[in-house]
């Protein structure tokens, strides 16, 4: 019978240290390590995709990728916007360009620029567009105010036009004709 009571109080111990692991285990949060590299699907104003963009965490910030076809041939404005939500055929849902630091428009604007300005894509006459560009404005972590991982998340947004640079609040790029949501 005292084996027994001592059986079962070690038992007992063991379940109730193995509970408060459980509990520990739980509620410490372990920090989860920002993405190095994101997949962005870029849909054109009909919904079906119009090719990919890669964003890859690198020490000046984030280098970002992007190859598209079917568009236009020529320069397009190519910025990044404050909202993760593309919904076809506007890209109005994507909200402005994404700007944290509340500067205006444009890398040739002496107020500006805005986190999410980039500088123009140019498609080819077979409407091929390829562009390698490094923002030293953004990161990829999710605790840092120019995440592109806030709240609410952020896309890439294609213009139909050229961005001049300068002219705020869009560079005069005209309507959005692809947007990716970065996730």
Not at 96 to 110: D, I, M, S, V
Request: glycine share 10%; proline share 7%.
């Amino acid at each position: 019978m005292k084996s027994m009571k001592m059986l079962m109080t070690i038992s007992l111990g063991l379940i109730v240290l193995t509970g408060c692991q459980s509990v520990r285990s739980a509620s410490t949060k372990e920090a989860v390590p920002p993405p190095k590299d994101v997949e962005v699907t870029m849909i054109g104003t009909n919904g079906q995709s119009v090719g990919m963009a890669k964003l890859s965490a690198v020490p000046e910030g984030v280098l970002v990728n992007l190859q598209v076809s079917g568009l236009t041939p020529g320069a397009h404005g190519f910025h990044i916007h404050e909202k993760a939500i593309c919904e076809a055929p506007s890209f109005d849902s994507a909200g402005a360009h994404f700007n944290p630091t509340k500067k205006e428009h444009g890398f040739l604007n002496p107020k500006g620029f805005h986190a999410g300005d980039l500088p123009n894509l140019i498609v080819d006459e077979k409407g091929i567009g390829t562009i390698s560009a490094i923002t030293k404005t953004v990161v990829l972590q999710p605790d840092k105010p120019n995440s592109l991982f806030k709240p609410g998340g952020t896309s890439i947004v294609i213009h139909e036009q050229a961005d001049d640079l300068k002219t705020d609040p869009s560079g005069n790029s005209g309507k959005r004709i692809a947007c990716g949501a970065v996730k």
